[in-house]
């Protein structure tokens, strides 16, 4: 009786050490999945990172293209502005010399 109570019990830690290296397996296999899903998750993040960046700086460049193409246009306006002044001035400087020398 004692033989086959060692048997029993021989043949117990062999199925238990299968049991361990099987689950060892698996979990190796588990981490191995979770770590490829999360580096294909940071890919995936970091080209939308990328896509969005790049949409930002298209649309942030199209504003500055505005706001340049704006301020040129109001800079137009000042310039010809002071300029009509600027000659209605002179016009009238000179009919004011022209009466100072002429008394």
């Known amino acids: 009786m004692s033989l086959e109570f060692i048997k029993l019990v021989i043949s117990a830690e062999e199925n238990a050490l299968s049991s361990k290296r099987h689950a060892e397996k698996q979990a190796e296999d588990a981490i191995m999945e979770a770590r490829r899903k999360g580096r294909s998750g940071v890919a995936e993040t970091l080209e939308r990172a990328d ?53």
Do not use: G
């Open 51 to 103: 896509s969005e960046i790049a949409h930002l700086i298209h649309a942030a460049d199209r504003k500055a293209m505005e706001d340049a193409r704006e301020l040129a246009s109001t800079t137009a306006n000042r310039l010809a502005t002071l300029r009509a002044r600027a000659e209605r001035r002179q016009s009238d400087a000179a009919a004011l010399a022209f009466k100072r020398i002429a008394k």
